[in-house]
């Protein structure tokens, strides 16, 4: 068998006796060895950073999302919210429009109501005069009332038709209430009744004078002491709600 050439064997001496050689030397490997110690702390601080960066921005694209969520939530909500004002604009343009109608119907209905007292007045003075003093002081209220800014319009007219009504209901019912009346020159307290628009009459408490509205003469007639009684009859049906036949005297309807 041939042998290794002598040189050869030299080279692979030599590097055998070098990679021998390199762990002798503890200096380099604690170099080495921090070199890298070095590296990986860099390493690992640059991955915090990384890890920190990508925690921030998963922070933010939370936000973020929040933040468009709220934004169409407003969105929606202002478009409802217009929508409402939208409405509320129309309906104070109508209102402003019916006040404006108001206001005209307003100056028409005051002079009518003004018109329907001084007819109500009329009325009263040449109606039969049972409770005359009371129809007349509200006749007065309700002339004081025009001028009362704090009772509305629609009220003044409201209580002007019920006067009407009133006055009107009075020829309606029978009606009996206390009163005086000047006989022979002398006031004197006296018992009214009045049937309607029918018959007006008065009787004095010991039933000693009674008398009748004569409507043609627009005076009071003197009546006997029968027809006393029966007025003072009457007043009593009244007051205690029995029916019964009254025999008093009327006066004739009036010609046209």
Not at 13 to 41: C, F, H, K, M, T
Not at 69 to 95: C, F, H, P, S, W
Not at 115 to 132: H, Y
Request: net charge negative; glycine share 6%.
């Amino acid at each position: 068998m041939k042998g290794k050439p002598h040189g050869a064997s030299a080279l692979a001496g030599v590097l055998l006796a070098a990679l021998i050689a390199v762990p002798a030397s503890g200096q380099d490997a604690n170099a080495l060895i921090e070199v890298e110690l070095g590296r990986l702390e860099r390493a690992r601080s640059a991955q915090a950073q990384i890890n920190q960066l990508a925690e921030e921005t998963r922070r933010r694209f939370d936000e973020y999302q929040a933040l468009v969520k709220e934004i169409d939530g407003l969105r929606i909500y202002n478009d409802l919210m217009q929508a409402r004002v939208d409405t509320q604009e129309q309906e104070l343009a109508e209102l402003r429009a019916s006040i404006d109608t108001v206001t005209v119907i307003e100056r028409q209905v005051v002079p009518l109501m003004t018109r329907m007292i001084d007819g109500l007045e009329k009325f009263i003075e040449l109606d039969v005069p049972f409770r005359r003093e009371q129809r007349l002081a509200e006749v007065s209220f309700l002339r004081g009332l025009l001028e009362q800014s704090d009772v509305t319009t629609a009220e003044q007219f409201r209580l002007v038709i019920q006067a009407w009504q009133t006055a009107v209901d009075y020829g309606m019912f029978a009606d009996t209430y206390p009163g005086e009346i000047e006989i022979d020159g002398v006031t004197r307290e006296v018992d009214f009744l009045a049937l309607g628009r029918i018959g007006l009459y008065y009787v004095t408490p010991d039933n000693a004078i009674a008398g009748a509205w004569d409507h043609r003469k627009r005076d009071w007639v003197r009546l006997t002491r029968s027809d006393a009684l029966e007025i003072r009859n009457g007043i009593d049906v009244l007051e205690t709600g029995s029916p019964e036949l009254l025999m008093l005297p009327i006066a004739p309807p009036q010609e046209n």
